[in-house]
């Protein structure tokens, strides 16, 4: 056990000790949360990256994804403090629709395409090829729930010294790097909307995510040390997230896209998931697995 909590130090200072140029000074609103941008990159060894852009300001957020392959696609959400309703919007060859939804059937949805249904009736109909609004980084938390180990050790990342390390073992003979700032703190019912999976007793934004395979002891089996192996190589081609950077302020504002036109959620469902007619059956978006509501 000694020998797995000095491995988790090592891997939590190991991967960003950089602590060279100035610290950023934060910024809050008047009720003491954090106010500014966070700009995230996920990415994983198969090659899918998106950006991720998180604006804040005074109870409103909003949460924009770009991905790198498909330049001409982006998404994303706004929720306002103390609203009932989540506007989700969706980009496309530049053009932009946006649809309220509200927030409890907001979370449903997204709920819905982290755990896909598989249609027995017509198993190539369903909802694994659906790319949810927010990525699944924290997908084995969700499974592992409260049964999670973990420990805590400070690590600066870039150039933000009030930063934690927190170490998580999770399933699949993996562990888990989170890094995170307290100094940032961010509204609940925001953070409930923006990451729902994540770790509870982590309070605040995730700046930084990486899986890796725990070091094992040397008093195994071949065939145990060449399973090892092999999980390290899965391990790697987990997502990550990296944090970056962040940008303070107060010149900041949270708006949809530009001429975005607002469309019911039915409407902007079958935008993103096109109905495609193939053998004379109906599949792909108007499915019940991909709608909305």
Known sequence: MLV???????????????????????????????????????????????DIVLIFNEGDVKREVTERLLKNISYGM????????????????????HASIA??????????????VIDSENIGNTSFAIQPPFGTIFKYFDSFGKGVVSTIASSPLKNYTSVKCQTFLVPDSKSCNVWYSDAIKIRPDVLEIIEHNQ???????????????PESSNQKNTLDKVLDKVDKVLVKTDKKIYLSKINS?????????????????????????????????????????????
């Open 78 to 97: 706004i929720y306002r403090k103390k609203h009932d309703s989540v506007d989700y919007f969706y980009t496309k060859d530049q053009k932009s629709w």
């Open 199 to 213: 770790p509870k007793s982590i309070n605040t934004l995730a700046l930084q995510v990486e899986y890796f395979s």
């Open 103 to 116: 927030k409890k059937d907001f979370r449903k949805w997204v709920q819905e395409l982290e755990k896909p």
């Open 249 to 293: 302020s107060n010149k900041i504002s949270i708006d949809l896209p530009k001429n975005s036109e607002k469309v019911s959620p039915q409407k902007l469902n079958e935008i993103i998931y096109p109905v495609e007619e193939s053998s004379g059956s109906r599949s792909g978006g108007g499915h019940h697995h991909h709608d909305i509501f």
């Open 4 to 50: 797995f909590v000095l491995g988790i130090i090592v891997s939590c200072n190991k991967s960003e000790n950089n602590t060279a140029g100035k610290t950023t000074e934060l910024l809050n609103d008047s009720e003491g949360y954090f106010k500014g941008v966070i700009e995230l990159e996920e990415k994983d060894m198969l090659g899918t990256h998106s």
